[in-house]
């Protein structure tokens, strides 16, 4: 079972931030996969997470581990807050969809 909780941890003037969080690691690479879809016309860093850079700004996803769930911060770094807040809303669109399988 998916835990569908989630906690907005900042919303500054240039960042957005949210914390989501995953039963597991299927899931939450299933999620990274959907948004580097979502924006695959961008380029990015799948290095450590992901990492989109946009032309207003850039999106970071990363992950820690702790009592077996899958805690993800996920920042978007903008310049216009009304432009990265759709861009926020797709991400936790997308976020919403997976977490109803």
Not at 55 to 63: A, D
Request: hydrophobic share 40%; with cysteine; aromatic share 10%.
């Amino acid at each position: 079972m998916m835990n569908k909780n989630k906690q907005i941890i900042s919303f500054s003037n240039n960042q957005i931030k949210e914390k989501l969080l995953f039963d597991s690691e299927a899931i939450y690479d299933k999620f990274l996969n959907w948004i580097s879809g979502e924006f695959d016309l961008y380029p990015q860093d799948q290095l450590e997470g992901l990492k989109i850079f946009l032309p207003e700004g850039e999106i970071i996803i990363r992950h820690v581990v702790k009592n077996g769930k899958i805690i993800t911060k996920v920042t978007l770094e903008c310049r216009l807050i009304r432009s990265g807040q759709l861009i926020f809303d797709k991400i936790l669109h997308n976020y919403n969809i997976l977490m109803k399988y």
